[in-house]
């Protein structure tokens, strides 16, 4: 899929999501017995893979992979081994210590609140997110690892609450605040690996995690898809 492409297709979710409030996909636990078996398969497969993060070999993260890779364990195995690569690659263990003064202030986000099923919440005002000025200023690749340090922190408390007996399940909400996004700050050209990057990143290495999407203060939809359609028609 071709970034405009891509680019569509996630800010078309958005605006779905916010208009209907829709569920991207209720956590099951429970399994077949067909199912069962391609788990014990699975965590076999694995089972001499060095893991550097804790919540990779859970089963409900194996089960995560399997249904993302439609049960077939040789490619669920292909997918969470270049999961453990990126990993690795980008550091992700040291994400949480790293000093963000630089992000912090000007690209706020909160990570400490949950949902009536006690679900965590990812929440960030991307009204207040200058995505241009992080383009321009060579900032963008920052303010992406930003968004994915606390991403990945309500990623870890929902494994928390799960086994505190507090939570069915591991999943998250993401809650964006959207009053006054302007098409010249947030969605320019330079902005769009923001939108493109986060999207893949969060499909191939946390498929499953993410709940519920909704988008607030979104004022004018209409507006939305206009630039949403002049961006894919300038990029073509």
């Not at 089972?47 to 089960?63: D, G, R």
């Not at 980008?90 to 009536?116: C, L």
């Given at each position: 899929?071709?970034?405009?492409?891509?680019?569509?297709?996630?800010?078309?979710?958005?605006?779905?999501?916010?208009?209907?409030?829709?569920?991207?996909?209720?956590e099951n636990l429970s399994l077949t017995q067909a199912e069962k078996h391609k788990l014990d398969q699975f965590k076999?497969?694995?089972?001499?893979?060095?893991?550097?993060?804790?919540?990779?070999?859970?089963?409900?993260?194996?089960?995560?992979?399997?249904?993302?890779?439609?049960?077939?364990?040789?490619?669920?195995?292909s997918m969470l081994q270049e999961t453990v690569a990126w990993w690795?690659?980008?550091?992700?263990?040291?994400?949480?210590?790293?000093?963000?003064?630089?992000?912090?202030?000007?690209?706020?986000?909160?990570?400490?609140?949950?949902?009536?099923?006690?679900?965590?919440?990812?929440?960030?005002?991307?009204a207040e997110w200058d995505l241009r000025g992080a383009a321009v200023t060579g900032r963008l690749t920052r303010v992406i690892r930003w968004f994915l340090k606390g991403f990945d922190?309500?990623?870890?408390?929902?494994?928390e609450l799960y086994k505190l007996g507090r939570s069915n399940g591991t999943q998250l909400d993401v809650i964006a605040d959207m009053d006054t996004i302007s098409r010249?700050?947030?969605?320019?050209?330079?902005?769009?690996?923001?939108?493109?990057?986060?999207?893949?990143?969060?499909?191939?290495?946390?498929?499953?995690?993410?709940?519920?999407?909704?988008v607030v203060n979104c004022k004018s939809m209409q507006s939305l898809f206009r630039i949403v359609l002049f961006l894919v028609v300038t990029m073509v």
């Open positions: 899929m071709d970034c405009a492409k891509l680019f569509l297709t996630v800010c078309t979710t958005i605006v779905i999501v916010s208009l209907l409030g829709k569920t991207f996909s209720l076999e497969a694995v089972s001499k893979i060095n893991f550097p993060a804790e919540w990779m070999p859970q089963e409900l993260t194996l089960v995560r992979y399997l249904r993302a890779r439609q049960w077939d364990v040789q490619r669920a195995k690795e690659e980008n550091n992700m263990k040291d994400i949480h210590n790293e000093d963000w003064a630089d992000v912090e202030k000007d690209y706020p986000h909160h990570t400490d609140g949950v949902d009536k099923f006690g679900q965590p919440a990812f929440v960030f005002s991307l922190e309500v990623h870890l408390k929902s494994f010249q700050q947030h969605l320019c050209i330079q902005c769009l690996r923001f939108y493109t990057e986060l999207a893949l990143i969060l499909e191939s290495r946390y498929p499953g995690v993410l709940d519920k999407m909704f």
